[in-house]
């Protein structure tokens, strides 16, 4: 059956199934399947030392504004996180595999994982963009025959009642967009959103509908921030605006500050079409350390110092 759009559909039945399940026998079976999850949470555990990701990720292709996610594209300041924050990404990773449990516990088919031992993923404009969904379950009580994606987000108290209030679309809409990325790119024609409130362990439960005219349109958004050679036009000219204020690159947006210095801020970078940096200077491609590292002959590109609003 198809959902009415306009408004959230709850996915009733699977929260019930997993109380019930639950309180079965207090947690044992839960527990006993947890442990063998836990290994799984790959994000919570990886060791990584370098602060950029190659590609625009679908997770943030959502956002309002698209200069901030041509400035993540492009490296543009090495972002740094206090320990509380640390913490806090390392919660929702972990979140994964207690979802993914609860959902094997009521007998749903959950793959995380493809033949290769990874993340199921998504790519697009050759590698440019893509990310990495939580996992693919087929057995979901309120729609028990259709493979569905899987998304879980972890949020405050305030944060989880309007998104129990108003929908993941109208609430979180940057976590609908990314839904749509990953059932387009995996051929799925619906998600189970599961947001848990970290304060009282509460869930929220919604199915959601693939929407191919916000797919196609997100696809396109991220095309044109890969491959725009000037930055584009920030959501607000004043640095006090709200999202502004919070924005990892406010510094350079709205203060001309000198962007971090690798090839991909260098006047020399060229992204391609194929999937490649190139550096035109040296008439090379470029692999992800090499970028990193930049080299004697970086010059500013003009995108980062002729800035238009």
């Known amino acids: 059956m198809k959902f009415d759009a306009s408004r959230p559909v709850i996915a009733a039945k699977t929260l019930a199934a997993i109380d019930h399940a639950l309180e079965l026998d207090q947690g044992n079976k839960y527990r006993e399947l947890l442990r063998k999850t836990i290994s799984l949470a790959e994000d919570a555990y990886r060791q990584d030392d370098h602060p950029f990701r190659a590609h625009l990720g679908a997770s943030l292709i959502g956002k309002d504004c698209p200069r901030e996610l041509w400035y993540s594209f492009r490296w543009t300041e090495k972002v740094r996180h206090q320990g509380?924050?640390?913490?806090?990404?390392?919660?929702?990773?972990?979140?994964?595999?207690?979802?993914?449990?609860?959902?094997?516990?009521?007998g749903c088919e959950v793959w995380s994982q493809n033949i290769n031992g990874t993340q199921f993923r998504i790519l697009y404009h050759k590698d440019h963009f893509g990310g990495s969904c939580d996992c693919v379950a087929r057995g979901i009580p309120d729609d028990p025959t259709t493979p569905i994606l899987?998304?879980?987000?972890?949020?405050?108290?305030?944060?989880?009642?309007?998104?129990?209030?108003?929908?993941?679309?109208?609430?979180?809409?940057?976590?609908?967009?990314?839904?749509?990325?990953?059932?387009?790119?995996?051929?799925?024609?619906?998600?189970?959103?599961?947001?848990?409130?970290?304060?009282?362990?509460?869930?929220?439960?919604?199915?959601?509908?693939?929407?191919?005219?916000?797919?196609n349109k997100y696809l396109t958004r991220a095309e044109y921030v890969i491959f725009s050679?000037?930055?584009?036009?920030?959501?607000?000219?004043?640095?006090?605006?709200?999202?502004?204020?919070?924005c990892d690159f406010r510094n350079q947006c709205h203060a001309n500050a000198a962007p971090n210095r690798n090839c991909r801020t260098c006047t020399s970078s060229v992204v391609e079409s194929d999937g490649k940096w190139i550096c035109s200077k040296h008439s090379k491609e470029l692999d992800k350390q090499e970028q990193l590292a930049g080299c004697a002959d970086y010059s500013v590109a003009p995108a980062f110092t002729n800035r238009t609003s």
Request: glycine share 4%; net charge positive; hydrophobic share 40%.
């Open 84 to 106: 509380r924050l640390l913490r806090l990404f390392n919660r929702g990773h972990l979140e994964e595999a207690r979802f993914i449990a609860l959902l094997q516990l009521i």
């Open 150 to 215: 899987c998304e879980f987000k972890t949020h405050s108290d305030k944060s989880y009642n309007k998104v129990a209030k108003e929908g993941v679309r109208s609430a979180k809409f940057e976590h609908y967009v990314q839904m749509q990325m990953y059932m387009g790119g995996l051929k799925l024609t619906r998600a189970l959103y599961l947001a848990v409130n970290k304060d009282n362990d509460a869930i929220y439960p919604e199915l959601v509908d693939f929407d191919e005219e916000q797919f």
């Open 229 to 246: 050679v000037i930055p584009p036009k920030k959501v607000s000219e004043s640095p006090g605006w709200f999202a502004c204020k919070f």
